[in-house]
């Protein structure tokens, strides 16, 4: 597990000053929410949250459709009305009344859906299949959007600068990344077919961003992994609130010089005395080459020898991916640092650094769970030198281990360029729009937590709960999981994603309210954007229509529900069978089992009735059954209601 305690250090000299919200006062904020503009929906069959600023004492007066509501702005001006319930329809104008007056027109009854989530959730019809043809098409009046700006905030913020649209060709083409969220769109689109209802899409994603950004520091709090972080930030806005102006530079520096001997003495320096190290082969996960069950920090160190030619050249160094975050020197120069473990390294190594004869290479690793170091290739770990030859970097390395994670404070963290930084994206952009009146949630997102799944069994079910806590209600929630991407293996392996897809999985199978969207067919191996978004939302759409609004329909495809072993066979009993278990195709794929030695191989099946037999004549008695078990499985098992089976495994621990 992969816990991220310091995602947000490093790379020093690269950030900018943090953002801070400023304090609620009525003279700063607007006497409507800006949620509230001509074209909205308002969420049927609930009493809608209305509210805005004004004189503080003032009573305001809400109306719309025969119906009103009174509230008394609080000591900072705030007021909050609850108007309704009303039945879906309109359009109707909205009245408000108070020291300020305010008329909002084409107002429609309906259901209001968030959209969350990441770069899949964000990316714009645009960009997928049949775009144009989509785009033009894309004329539903009773449809209407509205995307969050992004912005990210160490404290909860509550006013926001977007407005309702109509959803006409124009309106999902234009605005970020080519477009209205696609996946957002389709999703609406299918249930306004289906319930003949108007629909309102909240858009408020974020290309890469992980899910602890998404959640509430209250709701962290109660993680270990991610408390100490979530200190962190509420001491950084503290000291902005009283007017610090320490560089974050600085406090990173002073954060590595307190905390580990090897910055201390600049181990990064050609001349530092690495003699009493030991060695390791790289590339390689450290845990399985000297520092077993260690995180920490570590230093590499690796003397190179170059030709006369080499001195004063430029250079690309690789060093394939490292597991957490890296700090990389040559000959004592500062060349790079990333903070995502699985991204391979390439730092360009400036004219002058090098020289003839004796080079160091200096790495700072900090790990702050799970696996750790160079892990990547040989072939990933070159100098390339300009007009020489590549210099393999692959072999031994001078390394030695300096603080381990249970020992270090928190680390500074920086906010305003960076949303992968926990609450700061709940804050900027969930924050505002709470407690608007909503029927449910989309999320697609987990890529970025890939690698760190057992984390997610808890983060993500935390965040599902924060959110409806904000919102006042348990709203129904549903998860997108993760395509098939990357290279297909033709042997059973140990996955990442697959792993992810079980949290995600699990998730939802806990929570009668969430359920979930399986696109392991519809993924593409070499874009981990793929473009049938349109698949995905009628997934979700279908699933909504089950869980959320009661319809009898299947809301998902085969779910794994037990197992028996006869002999050298093992029969699988599924949930959502629907009207039959089919394969597409000649014979079902994608089942692997293993006996008591743990040793997996792919399986024949067979379908029996309602349940899937499976053996291998490698495998005498089966223990454990898998099933798309790949980070891009090569599986084929449906329902006859055209819904994949979600990937699997028995043996979850």
């Avoid at 290739?377 to 210099?391: E, F, R």
Wanted: charged fraction near 20%.
């Amino acid at each position: 597990m992969r816990a991220h305690r310091f995602i947000g250090l490093l790379c020093v000299g690269m950030f900018i000053a943090t953002l801070v919200a400023r304090p609620a006062v009525a003279e700063d904020h607007p006497f409507v929410h800006q949620l509230f503009t001509d074209h909205m929906v308002i969420q049927r069959g609930v009493p809608a949250p209305v509210w805005g600023w004004t004189t503080p004492g003032a009573e305001v007066t809400v109306s719309m459709a025969g119906k009103s509501a009174k509230a008394t702005a609080d000591q900072d001006g705030k007021w909050m009305a609850k108007l309704g319930p009303f039945e879906a329809g309109g359009p109707h104008t909205l009245k408000v009344i108070g020291p300020q007056s305010a008329t909002i027109s084409d107002v429609l009854v309906g259901d209001v859906w968030i959209c969350s989530g990441q770069s899949n959730m964000e990316m714009g019809i645009g960009n997928v299949n049949n775009a144009q043809q989509e785009i033009a098409s894309a004329n539903y009046p009773k449809i209407r959007l509205f995307t969050v700006p992004k912005r990210v905030s160490m404290e909860p913020t509550d006013t926001i600068n977007s407005a309702w649209q109509v959803c006409t060709p124009e309106s999902v083409a234009q605005g970020g990344w080519n477009g209205f969220t696609a996946v957002g769109y389709f999703f609406g689109r299918e249930l306004h077919k289906d319930l003949d209802v108007p629909i309102g899409l909240i858009h408020t994603s974020w290309g890469g961003t992980i899910a602890e950004a998404w959640t509430s520091g209250d709701a962290l709090m109660a993680m270990d992994d991610f408390r100490p972080a979530v200190e962190g930030i509420r001491q950084m806005a503290e000291a902005a609130n009283r007017g610090a102006s320490e560089k974050f530079e600085d406090r990173v520096n002073k954060w590595w010089n307190d905390n580990d001997p090897g910055t201390k003495a600049s181990w990064q320096n050609t001349d530092a005395d690495d003699a009493s190290w030991k060695t390791m082969k790289l590339p390689n996960g450290w845990e399985n080459a000297g520092l077993p069950n260690y995180d920490g920090i570590a230093w590499f160190r690796l003397a190179v020898t170059l030709p006369d030619g080499a001195a004063g050249k430029k250079a690309k160094l690789r060093l394939g991916p490292i597991d957490d975050i890296d700090t990389t020197y040559v000959n004592g120069r500062w060349v790079g640092g990333e903070t995502v473990w699985n991204h391979p390294r390439e730092y360009n190594v400036p004219a002058g650094v090098l020289k003839a004869g004796r080079n160091v290479i200096a790495v700072r690793v900090l790990d702050t769970g799970g696996g750790g170091g160079l892990f990547g290739g040989a072939d990933q770990m070159t100098l390339d030198v300009d007009g020489a030859s590549p210099v393999s970097l692959a072999g031994d390395w001078r390394y030695a281990a300096t603080t381990p994670i249970s020992k270090l404070p928190p680390s500074p963290q920086q906010t305003s360029n960076n949303p992968n930084v926990v609450t700061v994206l709940y804050n900027g952009m969930l924050a505002p729009i709470v407690p608007y009146g909503i029927k449910g949630a989309i999320w697609y997102q987990g890529e970025s937590n890939a690698g760190r799944a057992r984390q997610y069994r808890t983060l993500l079910p935390t965040m599902i709960a924060d959110w409806r806590k904000r919102f006042g209600h348990d709203f129904p929630f549903f998860i997108v999981q993760l395509a098939n991407f990357m290279q297909v293996q033709n042997t059973p392996v140990q996955s990442g994603w697959a792993e992810l897809r079980e949290a995600q999985l699990m998730t939802a199978q806990h929570d009668p309210k969430t359920g979930i969207a399986v696109i392991t067919d519809i993924g593409d191996a070499a874009d981990i954007h793929p473009k049938n978004k349109q698949d995905v939302g009628k997934r979700l759409a279908q699933s909504a229509l089950n869980i959320a609004y009661g319809k009898d329909v299947v809301p998902c495809g085969p779910e794994f529900e037990s197992t028996t072993v006869s002999g050298n066979e093992a029969t699988l009993r599924f949930r959502y069978v629907g009207s039959g278990l089919m394969a597409q195709g000649d014979k079902i794929t994608g089942f692997a089992i293993a006996g008591a030695d743990g040793q997996f191989h792919y399986a024949d099946a067979k379908i029996v009735g309602e349940t899937i037999v499976v053996s291998s004549p490698d495998v005498a008695k089966p223990v454990a059954v898998r099933y798309g078990w790949a980070n891009n499985p090569v599986c084929n098992l449906y329902n006859k209601e055209g819904l994949p089976a979600t990937p699997f495994r028995s043996d979850v621990d």
